[in-house]
């Protein structure tokens, strides 16, 4: 699925602004019709944004079922003849949209775009009305899961994941043209041989008469010279002297996609391309073939007022304080962030691991966590084939989103699941072959939880890069760093041993703002710093550690709970972005600038 874009062929409508809304508290929207009339007892509410926290009340920020959202749209009347596509670049975690009374798709996950072609139901220069409903229920059956629970206080969700359970519709909502035969995908795989780049292309068409589709390439370097030209569905071209897509130098050609209706241009489409490779080799994880180490985070799109709502503001903040602190790297934890995220990122040359949705995969940890709760990870009543299934095409549609990023080196199929059981090791060693059969030109890896230390886990076998969420000193040896220091040293070697990169995707220690000691103790400013240098000396001790991300980038919104005090506090900002002491010593180890 190709992004909505405006180019000499296509023209894209944002939906954008404020939609009426409506708390589905019967249950009776679907087979009562809501999508035919106005929604009863709407109010306004602002797309995109997570519905949770725009309203002062306790009944919509944990409310749980289907929500409705409800606008109208007049389309463009220079649309005739043209192919017309509803676009939704998500809805979390599941949406049934209408075109007036016509049900036109239907999609589960909460992340990743879906669209309908909408043609024959609208006509150009006339109203129709678009209602979407939006359900935020999780199940043993969906990425990432979680149970429905009738209490005496009502319906309560209960998930595994160690953030807000945010949902509605948190990106861009679009209606858009293109002509009834068009370009329908492109893949790009580029490569390097010297100073000489490769961009081999595959191209695909939709539509009427897409059986005899032909196809001319142009690539155009950032300056808008030509540098190299092709034809046909696939091919490979050829740049002398390229420029490289690097980190920190985010170097974009433009390739020029053109449908052909005998010499005139029947549908276009623009792709920004990145030439760079990414292979591991022994320890190292190498970018165009040199040693590459990450240093970032693990982030949330998590913001006051919005929830995971994307704002280009926050974002380009958010880019600008990562460049502050010297950090050329983060990590999509945990869910693929919005596509206006990583087209930034390929621009600013920073550095991501693509991660999918799969979180709270382990029972276990629910239970340290988020307290007792009973469940065994995966059975025929929990975790499943069927999960199983639905966490494939999840990775297939991660993938077929964000293959063509320069900036994704490397994708998460899973943060911290159970990981040490036989059960985990037939649940993920399909998942990793579906990984490397959608892309098998990047490395692919799973990210490791302290409950399957080394020696222990069964499925870090199958991952290319060792990924290790590690809080020696926060959960285990808390208060007590040479305790902390030397477990560390010890288990840590033992990941080494296995001769693949390692990144330590995760370490970290809450943290007030504005809380000190004088004999550094946990939660103060002090020992977040003290805790830092701690894990910083072991990183350097071992050769095969090729990245650190301290969790978090910033403070994040959590479920209610006795170990979080409005919310996860181990940032190094706060969650609007003001420094902590730590972020002073992160902008000192590396090399921040501005």
């Given at each position: 699925m190709l992004r909505p874009r405006d180019t000499?062929?296509?023209?894209?409508?944002?939906?954008?602004?404020?939609?009426?809304?409506?708390?589905?508290?019967?249950?009776?929207?679907?087979?009562?019709?809501?999508?035919?009339?106005?929604?009863?007892?709407?109010?306004?509410?602002?797309?995109?944004?997570?519905?949770?926290?725009?309203?002062?009340?306790?009944?919509?920020?944990?409310?749980?079922?289907?929500?409705?959202?409800?606008?109208?749209?007049?389309?463009?009347?220079?649309?005739?003849?043209?192919?017309?596509?509803?676009?939704?670049?998500?809805?979390?975690?599941?949406?049934?949209?209408?075109?007036?009374?016509?049900?036109?798709?239907?999609?589960?996950?909460?992340?990743?775009?879906?669209?309908a072609e909408v043609t024959d139901l609208v006509t150009p220069g006339e109203e129709v009305r678009i209602t979407a409903v939006v359900n935020n229920e999780l199940?043993?059956?969906?990425?990432?899961?979680?149970?429905?629970?009738?209490?005496?206080?009502?319906?309560?969700?209960?998930?595994?994941?160690?953030?807000?359970?945010?949902?509605?519709?948190?990106?861009?909502?679009?209606?858009?043209?293109?002509p009834r035969t068009y370009v329908s995908d492109i893949t790009v795989v580029t490569g390097l041989d010297g100073a000489v780049g490769t961009v081999r292309y595959a191209l695909e068409a939709g539509g009427e008469a897409a059986d005899q589709a032909r196809f001319a390439v142009v690539l155009r370097n950032a300056e808008g010279h030509e540098a190299a030209?092709?034809?046909?569905?696939?091919?490979?071209?050829?740049?002398?002297?390229?420029?490289r897509w690097t980190p920190g130098d985010g170097y974009l050609y433009d390739l020029e996609v053109r449908l052909l209706d005998g010499e005139a241009t029947a549908d276009s489409y623009p792709l920004?391309?990145?030439?760079?490779?990414?292979?591991?080799?022994?320890?190292?994880?190498?970018?165009?073939?040199?040693?590459?180490?990450?240093?970032?985070f693990g982030m949330h799109e998590d913001h006051a007022v919005l929830g995971k709502g994307h704002s280009d503001a926050h974002l380009v903040h958010d880019v600008a304080v990562l460049e502050w602190v010297g950090a050329n790297s983060f990590r999509t934890s945990h869910y693929p962030y919005a596509e206006d995220v990583l087209e930034y990122a390929d621009r600013q040359g920073l550095v991501v691991i693509d991660?999918?949705?799969?979180?709270?995969?382990?029972?276990?940890?629910?239970?340290?966590?988020?307290?007792?709760?009973?469940?065994?990870?995966?059975?025929?009543?929990?975790?499943?084939?069927?999960?199983?299934?639905?966490?494939?095409?999840?990775?297939?549609?991660?993938?077929?989103?964000?293959?063509?990023?320069?900036?994704?080196?490397?994708?998460?199929?899973?943060?911290?699941?159970?990981?040490?059981?036989?059960?985990?090791?037939?649940?993920?060693?399909?998942?990793?072959?579906?990984?490397?059969?959608?892309?098998?030109t990047r490395p692919v890896g799973f990210v490791n939880v302290m409950l399957a230390p080394h020696g222990q886990c069964r499925v870090s076998q199958f991952s290319d890069v060792i990924m290790l969420n590690r809080y020696y000193g926060w959960y285990v040896y808390s208060g007590d760093l040479p305790g902390a220091e030397r477990a560390w040293r010890e288990e840590l070697a033992g990941w080494a041993s296995e001769g693949?990169?390692?990144?330590?995707?995760?370490?970290?220690?809450?943290?007030?703002?504005?809380?000190?000691?004088?004999?550094?103790?946990?939660?103060?400013?002090?020992?977040?710093?003290?805790?830092?240098?701690?894990?910083?000396?072991?990183?350097?001790?071992?050769?095969?550690?090729?990245?650190?991300h301290v969790w978090n980038f910033a403070d994040f919104a959590t479920v209610a709970g006795p170990s979080r005090v409005g919310g996860n506090k181990k940032g190094a900002f706060t969650r609007d972005r003001e420094p902590k002491a730590a972020a002073h010593l992160l902008r000192r180890r590396w090399g921040g600038g501005v």
């Open positions: 000499p062929t296509r023209e894209r409508k944002r939906l954008d602004g404020l939609w009426t809304f409506a708390l589905d508290l019967q249950g009776l929207g679907r087979t009562t019709g809501w999508q035919s009339r106005p929604l009863p007892g709407a109010r306004e509410i602002a797309v995109p944004a997570s519905f949770n926290d725009l309203f002062a009340d306790p009944e919509v920020r944990d409310y749980v079922g289907d929500v409705w959202y409800q606008t109208a749209v007049r389309i463009p009347r220079g649309w005739a003849g043209q192919r017309i596509v509803l676009n939704f670049e998500s809805a979390t975690h599941r949406a049934t949209v209408w075109v007036d009374d016509t049900e036109v798709v239907t999609h589960e996950g909460g992340y990743l775009p879906f669209e199940t043993f059956q969906t990425i990432p899961p979680g149970v429905v629970e009738e209490t005496p206080s009502g319906k309560k969700l209960r998930y595994w994941h160690d953030f807000f359970n945010y949902a509605g519709l948190h990106r861009s909502v679009w209606l858009y043209s293109t030209v092709g034809d046909g569905a696939t091919g490979t071209l050829t740049v002398p002297d390229v420029h920004a391309v990145g030439v760079r490779t990414v292979e591991v080799r022994g320890t190292d994880l190498l970018v165009n073939g040199q040693p590459f180490y990450l240093r970032g991660e999918t949705p799969a979180v709270g995969l382990n029972m276990g940890l629910g239970g340290g966590i988020f307290g007792a709760q009973g469940y065994t990870t995966f059975s025929p009543e929990t975790i499943n084939e069927r999960t199983q299934a639905v966490h494939a095409q999840v990775i297939r549609d991660l993938v077929a989103r964000d293959k063509n990023h320069p900036c994704v080196a490397l994708w998460s199929i899973a943060n911290e699941p159970e990981s040490q059981t036989p059960a985990a090791e037939e649940y993920f060693r399909p998942l990793f072959d579906v990984a490397r059969e959608a892309d098998p693949k990169p390692i990144i330590i995707t995760e370490y970290g220690a809450d943290t007030f703002p504005g809380l000190h000691n004088l004999v550094p103790q946990p939660w103060s400013e002090e020992y977040q710093v003290e805790y830092l240098e701690m894990n910083h000396r072991v990183f350097d001790s071992v050769a095969a550690v090729v990245g650190e």
